[in-house]
């Protein structure tokens, strides 16, 4: 299936580009793309409850965006390949947002938390009702089944992210080892350490990448679709806010 994102992203970058401006530009048609989708999945939520969308529909939602996001991480890995060091520190980002980055992206880890700040945020906004066993919302209705199956990726992917925390330690521990601190102490041409350096990188950020789009696919498989529906409009409603919050103390700061 032709990736709808990346097909549109690549329609609005030029060859005459440098490869600063195409990571740029590729950023900022996701984060537009975030907030279309936002709108979409809240208008789905609510058309759901109203019986206006079956799961059929909601499904078909779910995969177009996971499409998307596949889409951003092929694009971006294409350009990461050329130049990868921005992706770990990116200047298109505020200095909030590049604070809770991990290996270029969120930790994957904090998709599980997020299901969980979203079950207890239901309950306790509805305790009351929670307690006298009515129906609150899709969110404080997870089952035991789910309940089980979210913990066991929950440990799962913890286990990843710690190998790949490791790899990142040795890549950083490299730049001050051999080749690269011979080649700085004798002056010597880094061209050739720095491009194995940044091949290591590249390979850190595709299987990172390849870790948040599994755990995200998982998940969804747990879901309900309407459960998914909420959950993706909960992680994108908080990652614009972060991009907000963002902008507002660097104007904050800056004056």
């Known amino acids: 299936m032709a990736n709808e994102f990346l097909i549109k992203s690549m329609a609005s970058s030029s060859c005459s580009t440098s490869d600063r401006n195409n990571e740029e530009n590729l950023y900022q048609s996701w984060m537009y793309n975030q907030n279309q989708e936002l709108n979409e999945l809240e208008n789905a939520a609510t058309l759901a409850r109203e019986n206006q969308k079956n799961d059929t529909e909601l499904n078909q939602l779910l995969a177009r965006m ?3 996001f596949q889409g951003y991480v092929n694009g971006r890995s294409r350009l990461a390949r050329v130049d990868v060091s921005p992706y770990f520190a990116p200047t298109w980002c505020t200095p909030l ?4 980055l991990w290996i270029g992206g969120c930790r994957p880890s904090s998709f599980i938390r997020l299901i969980y700040a979203l079950c207890g ?3 306790e906004s509805h305790l009351t009702e929670f307690l006298q ?3 609150i919302s899709d969110f404080g209705q997870l089952s035991g089944e789910q309940v089980t199956m979210i913990d066991k990726l929950q440990r799962k992917i913890i286990v990843e992210e710690r190998k790949h925390c490791s790899k990142l330690a040795s890549l950083q521990e490299d730049v001050v080892d051999q080749p690269i601190a011979t080649a700085a102490k004798n002056r010597e041409n880094e061209e050739e350490p720095l491009n194995k350096h940044g091949q290591g990188m590249t390979t850190l950020l595709e299987e990172a990448d390849e870790l948040r789009m599994n755990a995200l696919k998982e998940i969804l498989g747990i879901l309900t679709p309407i459960q998914g529906v909420e959950y993706l409009a909960a ?3 908080i990652r614009l806010c972060l991009q907000r919050w963002g902008r507002k103390r660097e104007q904050e700061h800056n004056n």
Do not use: H, L, P
């Open 66 to 68: 996971v499409n998307n």
């Open 133 to 135: 066993g009515t129906k």
């Open 121 to 123: 945020m239901e309950i």
């Open 97 to 100: 947002e590049n604070s809770v």
């Open 235 to 237: 992680a994108k409603r």
